[in-house]
């Protein structure tokens, strides 16, 4: 790449901190001007490492992320230019670091508000360095068809009308960033387009003048008219006088310097720009215009005339046309697309029965705040959730009842033993918890959907519980719901009982009357074949669903999807944890079965 030239269509930048807006802003310009290569090559974001995503036209990229300058730099020696969006604090550190490597040749510092005697100390870096600094305070810049400093000339739609897409004839610089972007659409109209737009940024001290700008516009061929726009303060545009004087710049310029209007004021004016102040006379706007026109600049009569002098030097080049290319359309973000009701999608998931999208959670429809000021219980929220209606008090309160029954039953219980010896092997809560969830199966905790299923249909059908229990040890099963390894008709199961009673106040209750008939039977063959508190949940569950009218088709779907097993998931999870943490508060130490206990055979 020529000296004259910043950037070209292979430029290669690092972007200093992970703004995410202005690096896709600039992947964006690079896939309109049909680059083959992302300008971005790395992000530097102190700290942190990784890879950031984003899009280069429709297809999506990984930009590695280093921690430190040096680290990237490394990694990536074609890089040449440095986009610094570091607050003003630490962007002298970052700036100095970067002019002072081997590889970055350019640094653009967004950030305003730098103190000045920090710019100077990096200009002499630079100047050492034989390096380049755009801003502080700019938007940076953007060299047409090649590349683009982060947000400069703001949205792709103004790009694509500014044409800026393409290199045209003219070099542009001004101080302010916001200018810019409005001179590249008068640019775009009234002449063939921007070759290079530099905002040098507003402070009193710019890391590089518009005057360094102008020489490099000067040497390169490919810019026909030169065109400036100053401010008042500061002397930059004496500097370009001076040049004109000596020749230096042969090429057109035309400029205006903004802030005529401060002659209305009585006093000092500070501008928003920190270079943009009233003082001296021949530090304003008029001096300034003044003094550019009697070196043969081509100043207009004000603002407004600026666009028409433009015009007139363009047209009076009389340059070929510019070949048009072809402009791809940037895809649509997603969200934007939605917004516009540009695309539809068909959605991955179906949820019927909980949304936080809104300000509070719903549970079925029913906002948070509500729950909890209708004082809606553990009942009401499982009767929301699981069975997508609002059950009567007696069902809720059966299964909270449920709940209490069946949250432990001491340590010996094979779940609750296996969540122990978890737990005493060092495995954390959930680990612990889940190996105990583990154990609940066929015959421990995990009978309810099939003493529900069985002894309903048994019931359903007409049998006799004789009959039922016939059949069953005709097809070789235990029946689900009956029989307990310490529980028995001399030794009843309290909960059992509890649960029986509470039953009392259903409106009907068949199954439980019809299961209460097996055990009698099979309590004639044993004395512990009672019917368990699996059984006993399972049939109430059925009982409580006819009473609160569920079709036959419900209650058939709620045991086969297997909702009853989960009331004592839910249940003894309570009661699992629970000796986690009773296991860890007591710091026990790994278990180890002793070998006394266990019969080793040949
Ligand atoms: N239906 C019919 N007969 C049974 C049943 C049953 N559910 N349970 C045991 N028997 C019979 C056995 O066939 C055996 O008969 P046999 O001596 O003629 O061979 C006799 O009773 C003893 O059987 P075991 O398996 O030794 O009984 P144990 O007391 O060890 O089993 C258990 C208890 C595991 C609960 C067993 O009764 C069972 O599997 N029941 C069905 C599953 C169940 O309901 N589990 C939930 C229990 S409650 C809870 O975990 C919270
Ligand atoms: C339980 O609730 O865990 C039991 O009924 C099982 C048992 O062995 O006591």
Redesign the pocket.
């Known amino acids: 790449m020529e000296n004259h030239n910043l950037f070209s269509r292979d430029t290669e930048a690092f972007i200093y901190n992970l703004k995410v807006a202005p690096i896709q802003r600039m992947l964006d310009f690079d896939y309109i001007c049909k680059r083959s290569k992302p300008s971005v090559a790395a992000i530097i974001n102190p700290g942190n490492s990784g890879y950031h995503k984003a899009f280069f036209g429709t297809k999506e990229i990984l930009i590695p992320v280093y921690s430190k300058i040096s680290d990237a730099v490394t990694a990536h020696s074609h890089a040449d230019v440095m986009v610094n969006f570091a607050s003003f604090r630490s962007a002298y550190s970052s700036s100095k670091e970067a002019l002072e490597t081997k590889t970055i040749r350019t640094v653009a510092i967004i950030a305003e508000g730098m103190p000045e005697r920090d710019v100077r100390q990096l200009i002499s870096v630079a100047k050492k360095n034989n390096k380049i600094i755009i801003g502080p305070a700019t938007v940076g810049g953007i060299a047409a068809g090649a590349f683009r400093i982060g947000n400069t000339a703001g949205t792709i739609e103004n790009i694509i009308s500014c044409k800026l897409y393409r290199a045209g004839s003219v070099g542009f610089v001004s101080k302010s960033g916001g200018l810019t972007n409005e001179m590249c659409n008068v640019l775009g109209r009234t002449t063939d387009g921007v070759y290079e737009a530099i905002a040098i940024g507003g402070d009193r001290y710019p890391g590089s003048t518009m005057l360094e700008h102008m020489l490099r516009f000067e040497q390169n061929p490919e810019i026909k008219m030169i065109v400036g726009l100053g401010e008042l303060g500061g002397d930059e545009e004496y500097a370009i006088i001076e040049a004109k004087k000596k020749g230096k710049i042969t090429k057109p310029i035309v400029m205006w310097v903004s802030g005529t209007c401060t002659k209305i004021f009585p006093g000092e004016v500070q501008f928003g720009h920190a270079g943009a102040k009233t003082g001296k006379l021949e530090e304003s706007a008029d001096a300034k215009n003044k003094a550019l026109r009697d070196v043969g600049v081509i100043v207009p009569n004000s603002f407004e005339d600026f666009d028409k002098k433009i015009a007139e030097v363009f047209a009076s080049l009389k340059l070929p046309a510019k070949k048009e290319p072809e402009v791809p359309k940037l895809p649509l973000d997603y969200d934007a697309a939605v917004k516009k009701s540009a695309v539809r999608k068909p959605t991955n998931f179906i949820s019927t029965i909980s949304d936080d999208r809104g300000d509070e959670p719903y549970y079925v429809g029913i906002p948070m705040s509500k729950l909890i000021e209708n004082n809606y219980s553990i009942g009401d929220v499982i009767s929301l959730l699981w069975f997508k209606k609002r059950l009567p008090e007696y069902a809720t309160k059966f299964i909270e009842m449920c709940i209490i029954i069946a949250a432990d039953h001491g340590p010996a219980v094979s779940g609750a033993h296996n969540a122990i010896v978890a737990a005493r092997a060092g495995k954390d809560t959930v680990s612990s918890l889940c190996s105990g969830l583990l154990t609940i199966g066929?015959?421990?905790?995990g009978?309810i959907d099939d003493?529900a299923r069985f002894f309903k249909e048994a019931c359903d059908k007409g049998l006799s519980a004789e009959q039922f229990v016939e059949d069953?040890k005709k097809q070789g099963m235990?029946?689900?719901?009956?029989?307990?390894?310490i529980k028995s008709a001399k030794n009843p199961d309290k909960r059992v009982e509890l649960l029986k009673e509470y039953a009392k106040s259903f409106p009907s209750h068949k199954y439980l009357d019809y299961a209460l008939a097996v055990e009698q039977v099979?309590l004639k063959k044993?004395d512990?074949?009672i019917l368990?508190?699996?059984?006993c949940i399972g049939v109430l569950f059925v009982d409580l669903f006819d009473s609160c009218k569920f079709s036959k088709e419900e209650i058939d779907e709620i045991v086969e999807l297997g909702y009853l097993n989960g009331i004592f998931v839910l249940a003894r999870s309570i009661g699992l944890m629970g000796h986690v943490f009773d296991q860890k508060r007591l710091k026990q130490p790994l278990y180890r079965h002793p070998w006394d206990d266990i019969l080793f055979l040949p």
């Open positions: 066929p015959r421990f905790g009978a003493a069953m235990l029946i689900p719901g009956i029989g307990h390894r099979t044993a512990n074949l368990n508190v699996d059984g």
